[in-house]
């Protein structure tokens, strides 16, 4: 079966560097991943969709890529600030389904 | 315009019992789908309902069941809830499905006793 991992349960970064998450996937390349981010206590919010024939994604200070070969996509927001902290969530398609990673919380410290 | 609404927001029920959560969509929405999440295991994939159709499901029992109206909003069930059911249920509408922007709700907490 299809499975999606996140490598990191929790990490901290300071406030101004470069916040790279990782995304690991096994078996077939998906023919999408998708990334979210989750608040405590809110629904998670959609942030980008990166296709198999994508290498990378960026929308403003985010970044997404998409490595077949190494079966990983890779997040990564730049100029972080504290109000980025909160879990994000990598899925992937698969299996007639979507499968989301466990998550990684993300502390961007003053 | 509105998001995703799900009612209700909280549920205490008993063992045994089942229960019906809603989900109204963003409207122009066709696709609705149900995730359940928990501490333990994450977000999981329930089911997608696009246009009245069961289009995708994920591996959860029988007892999890779902419909969707004509106008697009949703409903999901349970029946014979189990401890192990209590949990956040989260719903998420897009326009065309999985592969587009998905819009989740507040999720419904539900705690079974």
């Known amino acids: 079966s299809q499975k999606i991992e996140q490598n990191s349960e929790a990490l901290n970064i300071q406030e101004g560097k470069t916040a790279t998450l990782t995304c690991n996937y096994t078996?077939?390349?998906?023919?999408?991943l998708q990334w979210y981010r989750q608040d405590p206590g809110r629904g998670p919010v959609f942030l980008l969709l990166i296709r198999e024939n994508e290498k990378e994604k960026r929308k403003e200070r985010l970044k997404v890529t998409f490595d077949t070969t190494l079966k990983q996509s890779l997040f990564h927001i730049t100029a972080s600030q504290p109000a980025d902290s909160a879990t994000y969530l990598c899925a992937r398609e698969g299996d007639d389904k979507i499968i989301f990673g466990k998550g990684t919380r993300l502390h961007i410290l003053p | 315009k509105a998001g995703v609404t799900q009612t209700p927001r909280y549920l205490i029920k008993t063992r045994g019992q089942q229960v019906t959560l809603s989900c109204s969509p963003i409207s122009g929405h066709r696709s609705v789908s149900w995730y359940q999440q928990t501490p333990g295991q994450g977000l999981q994939f329930l089911f997608e309902y696009f246009s009245e159709t069961q289009r995708n499901k994920g591996n959860f029992p029988g007892r999890f069941s779902g419909r969707q109206f004509s106008n697009s909003r949703s409903e999901m069930n349970v029946s014979t809830l189990e401890l192990g059911d209590s949990a956040l249920y989260l719903c998420?509408?897009?326009?065309?499905?999985?592969?587009?922007?998905?819009?989740f709700g507040q999720g419904t907490r539900l705690t079974v006793v």
């Open positions: 998420a509408s897009s326009r065309e499905g999985l592969d587009t922007e998905a819009f």
């Open positions: 078996n077939y390349s998906p023919a999408y």
